[in-house]
């Protein structure tokens, strides 16, 4: 083995294999995901370093910029209250932080830098949408990218914020492809330049005609013609965003911004509405079993597709867990170094949660459906299915692991992986927190504890090599504890959705 290696893994490649019997197709990568009817609607903002990002929130909420200040790296959630507050969710604790809700104030001492800090204020804006900034889109890397586009599509709406003397990276143009396939609504803002004139001005140019006559004064707008050439760069590169709107972020004409965001907000409550009826079909009365179930042959089909299903998974997450090894020692011999090593693994592991969390979240969807379908025929009403799905989840409470499913898995400073339970210490890993989920699992979560930030930013912990052999273990550990983790939590959906479904049988009906 090389040094800086992970140990050889036998595992196959996913994408060259059939699924496994009874486990259905799981999403390979991290994308833009879908919201739900009850997900809180958020417009969030990203866009390069020198943007001046900041002062268009500053212009559009009508604050201090002294009041948006976060750690970097951090998003920054402002949200509606009735009284103005500030608290950090940092990892590895089960209770926020207080984060001086006075913009003069300065921040606690935190041991490492918080996933998200919540600003609530009492802002009429706020109550048709949240506002969520987002670290600068190079500041990102390939993790970083992925949970930016699965806070997009769950918020519905991304403030795409640009100057006038910059243009668009490769990897800006990757993310708008990517969000430009699905339904989130795009808006564009263009900020004078360094050189530009302040906000609210306009540059004054004398028009001196060819003939050399000096001509009237005139305006020369450089945020207005930079639009034209973003717009047309951009359409070169993915032409899926022709219906984007564009606008100048200027003082005078934040309010025409400010308008279109609140028109989508009432559009998209109204969309998704629509889409998901409050009451689904088969929600209530008696739905009855098929004749001809057997029992034992129901259970013994659960079984093998619930380990296949976990056996999937864990391929899966040690692919992924392999490619996140090779990412990190290229960033600390050529990019970051040791001292930028604890946030870009944290952004890789935040990723990972997330995709874990989605892949764990469709096997089960597909487990349920196909052993339900088996016992009250298919299709499966939407109604039928929620209620098999709280079933299962209630049914969860009667076995001994069921109240450490919703552990952290915290990465140590010896390169170890301790545990975390609670719900708090769930929330607390969350960049943009979600409604209330009505999946059977609770989330995956996996982060960096404060002795990780201590150790590699102490100014003698400087040594690539141990970095790098340091990454390995951690990586190793993180590995071992998700396989265990998953392997856990799919024999407590093995045991409760058979014990729902053989309660069905028995009776004839489904008592959900």
């Not at 309010?255 to 907000?265: E, K, S, T, Y």
């Not at 090779?326 to 050529?334: D, G, S, W």
Request: charged content about 20%; glycine content about 8%.
């Amino acid at each position: 083995m090389t040094p800086g290696s992970l140990p050889s893994v036998d595992v196959p490649d996913p994408h060259s294999q059939a699924e496994p019997s009874g486990c259905a197709p799981l999403p390979t990568r991290l994308g833009v995901t879908e919201p739900r009817p009850d997900e809180p609607m958020a417009v969030v903002v990203a866009g390069p370093a020198g943007a001046n990002r900041r002062e268009l929130i500053v212009g559009l909420l009508g604050i201090e910029a002294a009041t948006l200040a976060v750690p970097p790296g951090s998003n920054l959630l402002v949200q509606h209250a009735a009284t103005a507050t500030r608290a950090a969710y940092v990892p590895g604790y089960r209770q926020p932080h207080a984060y001086g809700a006075d913009p003069l104030a300065a921040g606690p001492a935190l041991a490492r830098p918080p996933r998200r800090v919540e600003l609530s204020l009492p802002d009429p804006l706020l109550r048709h949408f949240a506002v969520v900034d987002t670290p600068d889109t190079g500041t990102l890397g390939v993790a970083g990218g992925r949970v930016l586009r699965d806070a997009v599509g769950r918020a519905g709406a991304l403030l795409f914020v640009i100057s006038a003397d910059q243009a668009f990276s490769a990897a800006e143009l990757h993310l708008l492809a990517e969000v430009a396939r699905t339904r989130v609504e795009v808006f564009f803002a263009v900020t004078p330049g360094a050189t530009g004139p302040a906000p609210g001005d306009a540059a004054r140019m004398p028009d001196v005609p060819p003939s050399g006559r000096t001509g009237p004064t005139r305006r020369l707008d450089p945020v207005s013609v930079s639009i034209e050439a973003h717009r047309a760069a951009l359409l070169a590169a993915v032409p899926a965003l022709t219906p984007a709107r564009w606008f100048p972020a200027r003082r005078a004409e934040l309010p025409h911004l400010r308008r279109a965001l609140v028109n989508w907000a009432a559009d998209e409550v109204l969309r998704r509405g629509s889409a998901h009826p409050p009451v689904p079909s088969g929600a209530h009365g008696r739905v009855p079993v098929l004749a001809g179930v057997e029992p034992g042959e129901l259970a013994d089909r659960i079984d093998r597709q619930a380990r296949a299903c976990a056996r999937r998974i864990r391929q899966h997450l040690a692919l992924e867990l392999a490619n996140i090894h090779l990412r990190v020692v290229q960033e600390i011999v050529f990019g970051v170094g040791c001292a930028g090593l604890p946030q870009m693994l944290d952004r890789e592991l935040e990723a990972l949660s997330l995709l874990a969390t989605a892949q764990c979240d469709e096997a089960v969807r597909g487990l349920v459906d196909e052993a339900a379908a088996r016992v009250f025929g298919a299709p499966l009403a939407e109604g039928v299915r929620r209620r098999i799905t709280h079933a299962v989840r209630w049914g969860l409470a009667d076995h001994p692991d069921a109240p450490e499913l919703d552990r952290v898995l915290l990465v140590t400073s010896t390169a170890g992986v301790a545990g975390l339970t609670g719900a708090g210490a769930l929330d607390a890993l969350a960049g943009l927190p979600g409604a209330q989920r009505d999946e059977v699992l609770p989330p995956v979560g996996v982060a960096l504890n404060g002795g990780c930030w201590q150790h590699w930013r102490a100014p003698g912990n400087n040594d690539p090599n141990a970095a790098r052999s340091w990454a390995q273990r951690a990586l190793r550990e993180v590995e071992l504890e998700l396989s265990r983790e998953v392997a856990r939590r799919f024999e407590v959906i093995r045991l409760s959705l058979g014990s729902v479904l053989a309660d069905a049988v028995d009776h004839g009906i489904l008592l959900a």
